[in-house]
């Protein structure tokens, strides 16, 4: 519809596989120990491990996620961008030296060094399994959507490839491939992106965006009296005011047999019509966009800005601007969003987006997605419960934490945590320019807005787009890979020769790490298939909810209070683990997915950690002075001496 | 039970040190974080007011971000003094 298969893309992204596969077998006939499997021999510079930090933590949620938010929400997107950096101060301050001294392979060995518990090894791999899973999900859904427009082919393909492709690089050198892999995607994500905020920032801002040459959508506005007959009489009312579309504030007209709506702005004189976009699903299950098939392409993007001002003074563009001069035209001028409204009729049910023109100091503030501006105590909680999610989640990431294990020292656990921080904060500074680019470019698409950072490279032409789109696939590839990587040491390590107590060789801890990572691959191709259409962000909040809940509180008790037992821990993780996804279940997203009105749902909230986060210590401080008695350790702020 | 270190790790006699300024260091972060988000729950009108030009929400976005960074360079420089001092 308003995508371009581009065989540059398919290239660039056959070329990438096919490199990151020769470079996986190349180091594969290095890695016969399970120390260089599961942590690439605990020798990566930290310099490398930074920029792989970056490459293992920017996943499709941050680049293609929060770009569409921020296209879509303004700053409300942003903050999530704001929140996650927050979790890297955590991990830094907190969390990344105490890891290094304490875990081997897996965040279960960090939890579980001073105890030798079985339920800690159970509880904590059965939480790296659920938070990595609850992770792969979206990131293999995020697959098959960039494969269905960029190449054409089904989602389930685009699922398989991603899926085959990184538990090869998995099972052939485990974490040694994975970080170089993650190496170059994070050091090509952050190039690129720079490039294209640069690019943006020359092009400036205009009333009147160009997409590759293309001229944008000229939106007409109709004019009636009060009986809604009009000035323009070539258009034919066939969904009047008293109808179901009117009731609704819209009319639907006819010319040249083509059906519009338009939204209802009533005047001194009687109503100004504005053109909407609307989609149409019928009875029979067929969907029309702006009342055609899809082959027709008459669904276009969208993004404009109707008032452009700079210094006070009313513009048609800015030409080249800085990276300053850029926000501050924005904030002065007036920029349409995009409104969505319901109709149901007997035909079928039309979703209908429309014009809101909207001042910039308002999309450069929170409000738009998250309601703060006269919110009731629950809309208050569920903001800052999400606040608190996204800033403690990060540090509590199994698939991020085992990056700590692949340095040789904790100077260099430390050194490539500030390299992360660095990266990441820029990359995040980017997704500001790159959202509000995407949201003044006519480069949106309403159906889907994960599409908005590929979209805007595409206004500046096909190249730009081949490497964004073929960028955007590695992106899933280095996140997956990091993720396969934890979930099969918390299968062979954790489960297999900790809990179960099997006994088993370096070389067969290595086979079994690789079986496992083949399994992890192919349950993580088969949710990829299950959950398509899935919001690509939506899940990846549950890790975030779920990791922050059950991870987070026993490792800092565990560091930071000497009096933490084994019961403790394992109490802290079931309670944080059960009590987060108990509270998920029962949300009001969740009552919308099961088909149910949200306002019956349980309980009136989305994010559960400032419930759960809690509950988790309480259980830990509970449980773990009633054990006092069964184990006592020491605390655990000095190296273990080995 | 095979949890220690994936490599040898020679005795760090600044740990301590190290845990101190990282808790009081994570303390200052999280309550610039903290009121940051106060603000917007109770205070949102607040967010809008135009600072250098740009909304105070956008000053308080980079300067979070950034303040994140100069922290960690900080804390490291700190660090690798105590290392030198103590581990010598």
Known sequence: ?642 | MGHGPAVKLGKDNAASFKTSLGIKMFFGYALFYLLFVMLNVFYPKSMEIIVFGQTAAVVWGFSLIILAFVMAVIYNHFCTQAEKRYNN
């Open chain 1, 1 to 642: 519809m308003i995508y371009t298969q581009s065989p540059l893309a398919i290239g660039l992204f056959i070329a990438f596989v096919l490199f990151v596969l020769g470079l996986s077998f190349y180091l594969a006939r290095r890695t016969s120990s399970a120390e260089g499997y599961y942590a690439a021999g605990g020798n990566i510079h930290w310099m490398t491990n930074g920029i792989a930090f970056a490459g293992d933590y920017l996943s499709a949620a941050s680049f293609l996620g929060i770009c569409g938010m921020i296209a879509t929400s303004g700053f409300d997107g942003w903050m999530y961008s704001i929140g996650y950096l927050g979790g890297w101060v955590v991990a830094l301050f907190l969390i990344a030296e105490p890891m290094k001294r304490l875990g081997k392979y897996t965040f279960t060995d960090a939890l579980d060094s001073k105890f030798n518990s079985k339920s800690i090894q159970l509880m904590a791999a059965i939480s790296t399994l659920l938070v990595s899973v609850f992770y792969l999900i979206p990131q293999m859904v995020g697959a098959g959507v960039l494969v269905q427009p960029l190449m054409g082919l089904p989602h389930w393909v685009g699922v398989c490839i991603v899926g085959v492709v990184v538990t090869l690089i998995v099972a052939t050198a485990g974490m040694a491939s994975t970080t170089y892999v993650q190496f170059f995607k994070g050091a090509m994500l952050l190039i690129v992106s720079t490039t294209m905020v640069v690019m943006v920032l020359f092009r400036g801002l205009s009333v009147t965006p160009e997409n590759d040459g293309q001229p944008y959508h000229d939106f007409t506005t109709l004019y009636t009296d009060s009986a809604l007959v009009l000035e323009d009489s070539s258009y034919r009312v066939i969904a009047g005011l008293d109808s179901i579309f009117g009731e609704k504030g819209f009319v639907k007209l006819e010319r040249n047999n083509r059906e519009s709506i338009w939204k209802l702005h009533p005047t001194d004189e009687g109503y100004r019509l504005e053109e909407t976009l609307f989609t149409t699903r019928l009875n029979d299950g067929t969907r029309l966009f702006n009342g055609a098939p899809a082959e027709e392409g008459r669904f276009f993007p969208v993004g404009h800005i109707k008032e452009l001002r700079v210094g006070g003074e009313e513009v048609a563009a800015t030409g080249p601007v800085g990276p300053f001069g850029f926000l501050s035209a924005l904030t002065e001028s007036t920029i349409v969003l995009w409104g969505t409204g319901y109709v149901s009729d007997g035909d079928g049910i039309t979703t209908i987006y429309y014009q809101k023109p909207t001042p910039g100091s308002q999309v450069l503030r929170p409000g738009l997605r998250f309601k703060v501006d006269n919110a009731t105590p629950m809309e208050k909680f569920n903001f800052m419960s999400l606040m608190l999610a996204l800033f403690c989640g990060t540090a509590a990431l199994p698939h991020i934490l085992i990056r700590y294990y692949t340095v040789p020292s904790q100077a260099a656990a430390r050194k490539s945590t500030i390299v992360a921080i660095a990266g990441i904060g820029f990359f995040y500074l980017l997704t500001l320019f790159m959202g509000m680019g995407a949201m003044t470019s006519g480069v949106i698409n309403l159906l889907d807005n994960n599409m908005s950072a590929p979209l805007l490279a595409l206004s500046f032409g096909v190249f730009l787009f081949a490497i964004i789109s073929s960028l955007a696939f590695a992106t899933v590839l280095g996140t997956v890979a990091g993720l396969i990587v934890a979930s099969s040491g918390a299968i062979a390590h954790d489960l297999l020769d900790n809990f179960l107590g099997l006994k088993m060789t370096d070389r067969v801890k290595v086979r079994a790490g690789k079986i496992s990572a083949l399994v992890v691959g192919a349950i993580a191709i088969y949710l990829g298939i299950v959950f398509e259409g899935m919001n690509v962000s939506f899940l990846v909040g549950w890790a975030f909810a779920v990791a922050a809940s059950a991870n987070l509180p026993a490792i800092l008790m565990l560091l930071f209070w000497s009096k933490t037992t084994a019961r403790g821990v394992a109490a802290s993780i079931t309670v944080g683990l059960f009590s987060s996804l108990g509270l998920i279940l029962m949300s009001p997203d969740m009552w919308l997915r099961y088909g149910k009105l949200p306002a019956d749902a349980p309980i009136q909230f989305n994010s559960p950690a400032l419930i759960s986060m809690p509950l988790a210590f309480a259980a830990l401080i509970v449980i773990s002075l009633l054990t006092q008695k069964d184990v006592n350790i020491g605390h655990v702020t000095e190296p273990s001496g080995n």
